[in-house]
């Protein structure tokens, strides 16, 4: 791991000819936990004063922590003043300093991962001679140059369908909400065509790249698509038909939305979404994505595009960049303020 985190290092050096000797680095623990917790303090002068927000997010974190365990984002959602005990209603504000009020709660989101995955990572940026700066959990990264204030105020999920795993962040209220990490990425879709045709990884990842779309219904005409099984000659080929293709990447990509929609539903958030999805990574760009999963959720589904108040670019290369949802994450680490 190492080795291949100082080729890109240099090859990053290579392209922008900047140095650095830090890195920000993202988290996609199958094992991690998120808690949302809330921490309440007393205001004794009635004007809230930086260290009583400092108090109230102090009690918030004050949670035990597995020994094996370890937090690695605390991000705040919200404040709320002078909530009421039994309505459970106060002012809402973002920014609580200055205000009036005798008692101040605040709203976390935590994220905890495990020691072990943790220790790893820093043990390979420290071989490759660099030091770390931040872990910071995928999706929480990936949100970063995609979702707007209004859609987090308005409730919004980020879909980040990567290689190995889907990271998913719901945004309500102006804040995160919650985070879920679902195994099952890209490389599925690619093992499910590679079973189905009896095929190498090699192959099926060809077959999805150059052929692929997530729809059946956008096929007008089938055709016959010419490829190897395992164990074949050099000279030998099979044909399957477009078709066919299609119909296993559909249901493969369904599979991951329904996984994805029994997640929402058992959080009780998939009525708070008025802002709908947002989707990104690599594994989103298969023709025909968006348009699958708009109408399996009949909520509003886009692709994400940059914030380009947030980020710019005058190389023109790097423009190119920008638009590609495979480089969400990496745009939300320069991005992220702990």
Partial sequence: ASQAIKKVAEDAYLSCNTGFHNVSVNISDPHLTI???AGQTFVPTDEVSENDAESAIKNACGIPTPANKQVIN?????????KDPITHQGTV????????????EVSM????VSNQCVNAIDQSIRKSDLGLSNIVLNSMASSEPYITQVEKDNGVCLIDIGSGVTNLSVFTYGGITYSAVIQVGGDQITEDIAHAFTTSFEEAE????????????????DKLIKFQQIDDHKDQNHYLSHQSLIEVIEESYLELFSRIRQNLKSQKLYRSLKSGFVLTGGACKISGCDELLLSCFR?????????????TTKKVQFEENLKDPVYACALGLLLFEP
């Fill in 206 to 221: 060809r077959l999805k790249i150059d052929h692929g779309n997530a729809q059946v219904k956008s096929i007008r005409e």
């Fill in 109 to 112: 989101h935590i994220v905890t």
């Fill in 93 to 104: 504000v973002k920014h609580p300093v200055g205000q009036i009020a005798t008692n101040l």
């Fill in 35 to 37: 808690i949302n917790r």
């Fill in 74 to 82: 605390s991000v705040v959602n919200h404040f709320t003043l002078d």
């Fill in 299 to 311: 909520i509003r589904t886009k692709f994400g595009r940059v914030n380009t108040d947030k980020i």
